[in-house]
């Protein structure tokens, strides 16, 4: 038998916050440097010690519900979350079990070129853990980043592919950076995915068990751990037809293996931990006024899915060419940086999008740290447009100026004689006169009307010159050459 | 040495009567007489006072500003840290433990030039009612050393009623600092939640633990709140705003006043401890107070909701003794599990692993509406009722406990032992102000004491009643006999 399967999927989203400091202490929050430095009392969990919130990590979770459309609400509370672990100093974690800051909201994401909107169920301010290191016959913990302040971005079960999946990922991602909320640094962990994984037969109208696969902080980890989950689900349910769903697919915990490209079994529903949940007597409920909620809105900077609609209405570019744009912030700013030296944003659009990207992609850089200027991006395409050179020629100036950034084109141009047009009019005039000469019949026909038998011409005269000539003069002097030719 | 008044020891130092070195040379020779006997300090800081007394005589002599505690000597709870020596919580599983910071309520005494004599003995980790559960030392009631001191923090009260300091800090969760005044007679309060920083205490139950003063007098109580009652940026729970500001008994109650008693919840009182308390409602009435009969029955459920509430807490506060960081690694662990548990199993005694596992319980899953949460809604009733009864009075005057100090050994159930404690939960589960003074003595001569309570913030309030109290009354100047009876 051969079902059709619905897919359905939610997904967890741990962003460290870009804070100055830790949730609940003043030790900075920094990564990358020497194993517990950045601590004291209350983030070894010394007895004695008290959590003060940070206030800085509770704007950025206002910003982020209200970006999204949350409801920020106006009383949120802290709970303990008890579990034993070497890397979890006071062996339960404050976090917002009952009563989270941020209440419903969606995020809009292009899937295959249109607008889908995914349901947030709630957005948690909690503490990150410590860091576990295992060498050959010990373990140590490294405690700089417990106590880091994390939103838990928490979708309602809206998906339906690992595709969507990952745009869903992308557009939260894209407005975490656009409020400057987290770094969203995905090698450095400030970013990370839990994602929740169901299939059942289209038309069933319950829920089968779910597997929750843990930590993946890579989108092409979370594409491929859902889409491998999918292919499983879906092969155990159909090689066993007939017998109970719920035991086939029990439910539990999975942790991604990129190496081994597959999910590994961390713990089934019977050995769940009990987590024991319950208020964090140590701090008082947060209770936040209207009119904070209210400022923070509106310093809300233009939004991804706002910019991306106002490319393509202001500068034309595509749905699918303006999110390449808009998903990151500073790629955006940057295409409005050289649009304002440039009058020609589609063409702007294309350079930046394939020349450019392609062409940084080696260096694993993207157009806004390459060090190239807008302005200079701008000078490049205004120079193909007042046909000072040729379209190719550009593309080996662009070479140039991902191998020396911070060059001006027409410096480059200017120091390079290859990059000269064929400035020698005589001699071009001679071509002209060889290239009508060796073609009557096509002059016949473009005398007769058939304009498009020009390019034709033009393109015999480039060939000739190797592309060096500017083609404004090759119009003209093949316009008269032919016009004599009628005589 | 007689008394250690703090205001009067305070006074004769600022005066030049008496100079730091000898208000410690004298303390030392008292505390090295008695303290063998009694067991109040666990740790004596013999140079760090020395130090201290030279830096304070300097200072006086060529005029410095002293604090308002300068020359007064504290005993403090050795589960509040005092920078650079050990807080052992008077457990096994922390004797290593070096503090590296002043709790906030030791940082206030220095700043304000008080005298930090030592560490005193506690029930392990606060949980107890007569000290015996210190897994490191007994300490014994100055009145009769066959006598438990109470508890839980029973070394600073034995350490105040032995005059081996003029005031003793104190935390209560459930009744910790009242119980033992209460068997040691002193004076104590229990101040409103948040009154105090809890900043640098080792947490017990989180939204129930208040430090407080235990001392000879009220004026004494009154004079280390002034210095204690601050708001702390440390303790989110710290009430913010105004200090702690004194008030006249006169200017607040010279019209007269309104004595709360729920006589109800008292008809299980034995009949001498009544008779104590008759007499305590008597001075009350000629002191201007009509007394009013308030419905606090809910009261019998105070007990169930604390050791509900105050374990659930304590489980996940506890939970940080784990062996991996500092305190007891129990050599015999062999992996990570073995760590936790062999380290644990070795550090804490049988009443903290009883409320551990206790703790733990109410908060599971399947369990958690049954208990935790219940008595959560439980509490918000008490809360209520005790509002409701402040609308008919000033504050409410109830016994500290049903009996006296009481041999050790003699409460072997945890149950009765949980009992001590049926008066006194109440004012933690509200977070109320709780005023103890001594009220008078059995037959035998062991003190009892009577608890004022009062709605919150009013701290001020009721310690004016204990001033006024006091002076009226001589129940606070009888002091243990240390050449007959007591130390013999």
Redesign the interface.
């Known amino acids: 038998m051969n079902h059709k399967w619905d897919v359905i999927i939610g997904l967890e989203i741990h962003a460290q916050l870009n804070t100055k400091s830790k949730l609940f202490s003043g030790d900075a929050n920094r990564f990358g440097d020497e194993p517990n430095v950045n601590i004291s009392a209350l983030t070894v969990g010394l007895p004695g010690s008290l959590p003060v919130l940070n206030k800085e990590a509770v704007r950025k979770a206002i910003r982020f519900g209200l970006a999204t459309q949350g409801q920020v609400q106006l009383w949120s509370r802290f709970d303990r979350k008890s579990y034993f672990y070497p890397d979890c100093p006071r062996n339960y974690q404050i976090t917002q079990y009952e009563f989270p800051i941020v209440r419903g909201g969606h995020v809009v994401a292009l899937v295959d070129g249109n607008e889908k909107a995914f349901s947030i169920h709630c957005v948690q301010l909690e503490d990150d853990a410590g860091m576990l290191k295992h060498f050959s016959s010990f373990a140590g913990v490294d405690f700089n980043r417990a106590g880091v302040p994390l939103i838990e971005i928490v979708s309602k079960p809206c998906m339906s592919s690992a595709k969507e999946a990952v745009a869903y990922a992308m557009a939260v991602r894209s407005i975490l950076e656009y409020l400057d909320v987290s770094d969203c640094n995905m090698e450095e962990g400030s970013l990370r995915f839990d994602v929740n994984v169901s299939v059942r037969p289209q038309g069933e109208t319950a829920f089968r068990n779910k597997i929750e696969i843990k930590n993946m902080n890579s989108f092409s980890n979370l594409e491929q751990a859902v889409a491998h989950e999918i292919e499983r689900q879906i092969a155990l349910y159909e090689q066993n037809p007939n017998e109970d769903p719920g035991q086939i697919v029990p439910q539990a915990t999975f942790r991604w293996d990129p190496q081994l490209g597959k999910t590994v079994l961390m713990r089934t529903k019977e050995n769940a931990e009990d987590y024991r949940y319950f208020p964090e007597p140590d701090l008082l409920p947060l209770v936040l006024q209207q009119e904070e909620i209210d400022a923070e809105q509106e310093r809300l900077p233009e939004l991804p899915l706002e910019k991306e609609r106002r490319f393509v209405r202001e500068f034309g570019l595509s749905a699918q060419q303006s999110c390449f744009f808009t998903m990151d912030r500073r790629t955006a700013d940057y295409f409005e940086q050289v649009v304002e030296h440039c009058s020609y944003p589609k063409l702007v659009a294309n350079w930046l999008a394939v020349e450019f990207t392609g062409r940084l992609k080696d260096q694993g850089k993207m157009i806004w740290n390459s060090g190239i200027l807008p302005v200079h991006i701008a000078e490049l395409i205004g120079m193909i447009q007042e046909k000072r050179i040729t379209g190719k020629m550009a593309k080996t100036i662009a070479d140039d100026m991902v191998a020396n950034p911070g060059l001006s084109p027409r410096k480059i141009v200017e120091q390079t004689a290859a990059y000269r047009p064929f400035q020698d009019l005589e001699q071009l005039q001679v071509i002209v006169q060889e290239v009508v000469r060796e073609h009557p019949e096509v002059v016949q026909e473009v005398l007769a009307g058939r304009d498009r038998k020009f390019a034709y011409l033009v393109g015999q005269v480039m060939k000739r010159t190797q592309g060096s000539a500017l083609p404004d003069d090759v119009n003209r002097l093949l316009r008269t050459a032919i016009e004599c030719a009628q005589y | 040495m007689e008394t250690l008044s703090a205001c009067t020891l305070h006074h004769r130092f600022v005066s030049g009567a008496i100079s730091a070195k000898e208000i410690v040379q004298n303390l030392l020779h008292h505390i090295k007489q008695y303290d063998s006997k009694i067991g109040a300090y666990l740790l004596v800081l013999e140079s760090d006072l020395y130090a201290q007394a030279d830096y304070l005589d300097e200072k006086r002599q060529r005029g410095g500003r002293l604090g308002i505690l300068a020359g007064v000597p504290f005993a403090i709870k050795d589960n509040?840290?005092v920078k650079g020596h050990i807080?052992t919580?008077g457990s096994k599983f922390?004797t290593n433990?070096v503090?590296?910071?002043d709790?906030t309520v030791v940082r206030r005494i220095k700043e304000e030039d008080g005298f930090v004599v030592g560490k005193t003995n506690l029930d392990e980790f606060a949980m107890g009612s007569s000290c015996e559960n210190s897994a490191l030392q007994v300490t014994r009631n100055p009145w009769n050393l066959d006598l438990v001191p109470g508890g839980s923090s029973g070394g600073s009260a034995a350490a105040v009623a032995a005059s081996m300091a003029s005031i003793g800090l104190g935390s209560d969760t459930g009744g910790s600092i009242r119980l033992p005044a209460a068997f040691c007679g002193i004076s104590a309060l229990k101040p409103t939640y948040g009154r105090i920083s809890?900043?640098?205490?080792?947490?017990f139950?989180?939204?129930l633990d208040q430090i407080g003063p235990m001392a000879y007098d009220c004026d004494d109580i009154e004079l280390a709140m002034q210095a204690l009652g601050v708001h702390c940026?440390?303790?989110?729970?710290s009430l913010p705003g105004e200090s702690f500001v004194p008030v006249s008994f006169e200017a607040k109650f010279g019209q007269g006043m309104r004595v709360g008693v729920p006589w109800q919840f008292l008809e299980a009182l034995p009949l001498e401890s009544r008779k104590v308390f008759d007499e305590t409602i008597a001075h009350l009435k000629e002191m201007g107070g009509h007394i009013v009969d308030v419905d606090l029955s809910i009261l019998k459920y105070a007990l169930a909701v604390y050791y509900i509430l105050g374990t659930?807490?304590l489980?996940?506060n506890l939970?940080?003794?784990?062996g991996?960081?500092?305190g007891l690694r129990s050599e015999r662990a062999g992996n990570?599990d073995e760590v936790?548990d062999f380290s644990r199993e070795e550090g804490f005694g049988d009443e903290v692993k009883r409320r551990i596992l206790l703790g733990?319980f109410v908060?599971?899953?399947g369990y958690?509406d049954a208990y935790?949460k219940q008595a959560q809604k439980v509490r918000r009733i008490i809360i209520d009722k005790f509002a409701e009864a402040f609308r008919a009075c000033d504050f409410v005057a109830m016994p500290v406990s049903t009996g006296a100090a009481f041999p050790f050994g003699a409460k072997k159930d945890p149950l009765s032992m949980y009992l001590e404690d049926i008066y006194t939960v109440g004012a933690n589960l509200a977070g109320l102000p709780a005023l103890t003074i001594p009220s008078g003595h059995l037959e035998d001569g062991r003190p009892l004491g009577v608890q004022l309570v009062a709605p919150q913030r009013h701290d001020a309030e009721i310690i004016s009643v204990g001033k006024q109290f006091q002076q009226r009354t001589n129940y606070h100047k009888r002091r243990p006999n240390f050449q007959r009876g007591g130390l013999s």
């Open positions: 509040m840290h807080t919580c922390l433990f503090a590296p910071f709790a809890r900043f640098g205490l080792v947490a139950g989180s939204s940026e440390r303790d989110s729970t659930a807490e489980s996940t939970a940080r003794f784990d991996i960081r500092y990570l936790y733990t908060l599971s899953s958690q935790y």
